[in-house]
């Protein structure tokens, strides 16, 4: 069984598209990608014997093939629902579906990629298929929003290109032939690092740092995901951060072994300057998608930094980072059923949800606990590991800027997000009653979320742990 069927069967299905099939083929391909990925990350399979070099099913891959194709299940299980519901939506499905089906084969051919080009190509295709499904239909600021994201995307991912070209020539330089396979490339980078590493390093942090909103390319992201759809917004925050982040991954694999102290302070001062953008833009906004986007961009601060200690913090980092996936997912979803029931992103606006929209009221309580790093959450644990892990690696002064700011997010969001649950409703809106069905995909995520807070499987344990030693973690 070949890991190039995760590719090509939502290509297939892509053209199969049509306004009536179109959320049924989006649940078919999830269900179908979902389950390949999930016995991939349970049975090892050795690629070798499939003839494709250019294809790894290594533990990253296996790692976040899961991730994102269980997420792609969830939010099409979403829109499915959504427009059974809400059948006025329709009528623009058909051009979202086979856009999304597009999205989840190139992200899913950035996972599995053993090439470094080839992966930068897949992830390039991500932002051709997702800046089209931002825009909405006589809302001319979405239109904006899609052209900032697609002139940011790149940008940044020119600079990961340049990035590339720089470490090739560092690779030459040394006297070696340059090769960009993965499983080739740590056999000739090792020495010390010349001016043409450091370059390429650090166009490379930045590049695919602009993907996942890392400080300073950071401004397009809070205007995109408060534009976008809900269901796009889930996609971009919990699907494609996570391809850019396998990008990061697959060069922090390659080059932390022989360059160490220039990753680690790179990523620590990116990290650092995110999290003060996130805190400061967190305490200033009113809208409830820019706040949970200014919140992607302090999860994006504390990966970064996650990664520059790397060693004992690498296991509380993946955890981190796949809880926050699940979280992006509820939360964004959540914030597109508040926006349709009042009205408004406005947060003094919005009082009651518990009462007004008990099931939308609950996960956005939960997911506000699980962002903020509350336990049982996965989060929490991860969190609680980056934190030690700065003390061990002696980063006193970081450790104490990092418990500051994220002591000034958890203020600032409770403020503004938990009056929004529990306080009086200031206007009764008619709507139907909620549904089990509607809120389903939402359910799995938090039961995900909380499972990693409390118990891992062995295999799933196992591969975590796999991903984490691929870092350098002890």
Known sequence: MSPLLLVAVP?????????????????????????????????HIDISALGAPWVTTDATA???LMLIDVIFLGIAGYVWNRVRTTPEIEHDIARIGRLALVFLAAANAVVIANHMLVMWI??????????????????????????????????????????????????????????????????????????????????CFLGFGTKMGLAPMYSWLPETYDEAPPAVTALLAAVQFNCALVGL?????????????????????????????????????????????????????????????????SYGLLLYVVSNAFIKAILFLTAGKIKAH????????????????????????????ALLGFPPFGSFLGELLILSGLVRSGQTLVFVAFCAIITMTFVATGRTVFPMIWGEPRRKVSWPAQTLAGAAPKLVFLIALVAMGIYMPPTVNALFRRVAGALGGE
């Open 342 to 369: 009042y009205g408004t992103k406005d947060t003094r606006e919005i009082r009651g949800l518990i009462q007004d929209l008990p099931y939308s009221g609950l996960f956005l309580m939960v997911g506000t606990f």
């Open 122 to 203: 897949a992830l390039e295709l991500t932002t051709f298929a997702a800046a089209p499904m931002i825009i909405r239909a006589g809302v001319p600021s979405s239109r904006k929003a899609s052209w900032s994201y697609f002139l940011f995307s790149m940008v940044g991912l020119a600079l990961a290109w340049l990035g590339f070209q720089c470490l090739g020539r560092s690779i030459e330089a040394s006297g070696a032939t340059p090769t960009f396979f993965l499983d080739q490339m740590p056999r000739v980078v090792g020495g010390e690092a010349d001016l043409w590493r450091k370059l390429g390093l650090a166009l």
């Open 62 to 64: 296996r790692l976040f």
């Open 11 to 43: 290509l297939v299905l892509a053209g199969l598209v049509s306004r009536r099939s179109a959320t049924l083929l989006l649940v078919l391909a999830g269900l179908v990608d979902a389950a390949l990925a999930i016995t991939f990350a349970a049975v």
């Open 249 to 313: 991954l697959r060069v922090l694999e390659v080059y932390r072994a022989a360059n160490p102290e220039l990753v680690s302070q790179q990523l620590v001062v990116i990290g650092l300057a995110s999290m003060v953008v996130s805190a400061v833009s967190i305490i200033a906004t009113r809208n409830l998608k820019r706040l949970i986007a200014y919140a992607s961009i302090n999860h994006a601060g504390v990966i970064a930094i996650g990664l520059g200690i790397g060693k004992t913090a």
